[in-house]
Structure formats: C-alpha cells, structure tokens
C-alpha cells in the first residue's frame, strides 16, 4: 500500500509543477460537449479542432488514433492557432507517434512562440541549449527562456536563474537570478525552491533553508529530502538525528539510494524507538502530502 501511495503521490507532484493546458483546448469529458466540439472542429474552428485532437490523443469518446490528432493539430495550427502549432511542434520536436523531425518542429514551435506561448518560447529555449535543430547557441536560449519568463513559465524561469548564476549566454547578475528564482519557486518550481534552499543553507539560515527544503521536498524532489536530512545533522543547525532519520526515510521511500543509505546507517546509531517515529512521521508525511495535492487538484478542477 505504501508503494502505491507513493507512486500516486510522485506523479500528482510531476502534475502539479508544469503547466496546464487551456481548457477550451483539452477533451470534453461529457457526451454533448463533445458532440459540440465536433460540430465545431467541422466549421474550421481552431480550438475546437485542437481538443477534438485531443480526444483523438486520450481515447476519449472516441478510438485512439495518433494520424488523426497530428491532422487535426496541422490543420489549426495552419490557421495560425498557437496552442495547436505549439502541440505540433512538440510532436515533432519528441516524435510523438511520428519521427522526430527538428526542422519541422523549429518552425511550428517559431510559430507559437511569436505569437506568445510561453510553453514555445521555453521549448525553442531548450532547442537551443541542447542543439537541436540548430546550433548550440546560449545567448538565444536565455533570450527565449527570458520572454517565457516573462510570460510565467516556470521552468523558463528556472533556467533564466541558471543562467543568470552561472554567466552563461548572459552578463551574470546573481541578484537577478535570485529574483527569477523566487518567482519560479513561487510557482512551486521544486528545483529553483531547491536552489533557494541550498543559498540560504550556504548563508547559514536554517530556518528559510529548512522552510525551502520542505517546499521542494513536497513537490518530490528527493535531492531536497536528501539534502535537508544532512541540514538537520549538522549541528550549526540543529543537530537533530531524529529530524534527519525521518527526511532520510522520506527520501528511501522515494526512491533516492542516497537516502536509502544515510537511513540505514542513522537507523544503527538510534534506537528502536526512533527508528519507529522515524517511519511514522515518513507515512504520515506522504499521506498529508497527497490529500494536499488532491486538493489543489479539485481547486483546479472547478476553476
């Protein structure tokens, strides 16, 4: 039972911390608004045609069917539909059901990006760190991560941190990457928290590094859970075994090996009694965790 609630509780965490598509675009879920959305695609309209894509991606309502989301997706995004040329590019851009062609998925994922889709920009940002399609090119790749950030993407707004930090195709600012870091951890970006926890453990701020290593811990980023089991042994901090034991244990059930062996060789050292409150604190923590998450997904959900 442990084992599958953690799994449902990782990937609602995967869910939670990249963005969502719009729903005009995504498949109806009842019988009438699909009839509608069908009436609709047949009329050439874009956002209909891209959810009834959809549809045809899930298997809803109707036969799964790759061919016929792609031409659909063609179709809208040849209207100049930015959700839609967005989706095609991806397709293009991962070789999703079809081979991966980068010349055509820098053009699609142009397309939407010039029309302001933040999900293009940070996709063109990350053809460009990787080389695919073309160049290896830094400079490009935080001009389009920096307009998505701009735009609120999160993981653009990671990356423009990075880079900010590191110099890399940017004059380095490391107030400014601070700043692109927050505002992607207030996103719940579980790697720029990560980042701010790290910062605020090296500036010798327990509590904000503590507070952050939770934050990024509870979107399932075990290097958090790892790293805030290490702050809690180190005695400029608190010292406390116990606290570490349970982020250790947290962090095994998650899958980190690294986790795996800090708990066993802590579990040695303590006794049997806190090694108990250890798992105890670790399942109550996963449980709180995914009825938290099942909330902000209802939330959602109703919006």
């Known amino acids: ?39 609709k695609a047949s009329a050439n309209d874009p956002a209909a045609q891209t959810a009834l894509a959809s549809c045809y991606d899930l298997g809803l309502h109707v036969q799964p069917n790759g061919k016929e989301s792609i031409r659909l997706l063609t179709e809208a995004a040849g209207e100049g539909y930015a959700h839609a040329q967005y989706e095609i590019g991806r397709i ?22 010039e029309h302001g889709d933040s999900r293009a920009q940070r996709d063109l940002a990350f053809m460009y760190e990787r080389g695919f399609g073309v160049p290896v090119d830094p400079a490009k790749a935080a001009e389009w991560n920096r307009k998505a950030a701009a735009n609120g ?36 970006q579980a790697q720029a928290q990560l980042e701010l926890a790290r910062q605020s453990s090296q500036k010798g701020d327990c509590n904000n590094a503590i507070g952050w290593y939770q934050r990024s811990a509870a979107h399932g980023e075990t290097t958090a859970m790892y790293e805030l089991g290490k702050l809690y ?6 010292g406390d075994s116990e606290q570490a034991l349970i ?16 708990a066993e060789k802590l579990a040695r050292a303590l006794p049997p009694a806190a090694r108990k409150q250890a798992e105890l604190a670790a399942d109550k923590w996963f449980k709180s965790n995914h009825a938290a998450q099942e909330k902000d997904d209802d939330a959602e959900e109703k919006r």
């Open 1 to 39: 039972m442990r084992k599958t609630a953690l799994f449902i509780f990782l990937i609602l965490a995967s869910w939670s911390a990249h963005g969502q598509q719009a729903k005009s675009d995504v498949c109806p879920r009842d019988d009438a608004a699909f009839a509608e959305a069908q009436k």
């Open 92 to 113: 293009y851009l991962y070789g999703r059901g079809i081979p991966a062609d980068y010349s055509k998925a820098l053009v699609w994922e142009t397309k939407a990006a």
């Open 233 to 238: 042994l180190d005695r400029k901090c608190s």
């Open 247 to 262: 982020w250790f244990t947290i962090g095994f059930w998650a899958g980190s090996n690294d986790c795996k062996l800090e």
């Open 153 to 188: 993407n999160s993981e653009a707004q990671l990356q423009l941190a990075r880079a900010l930090d590191q110099g890399s195709g940017i004059k380095k600012d490391q107030d400014q990457a601070r700043r692109w870091y927050a505002k992607a951890a207030a996103q719940n």
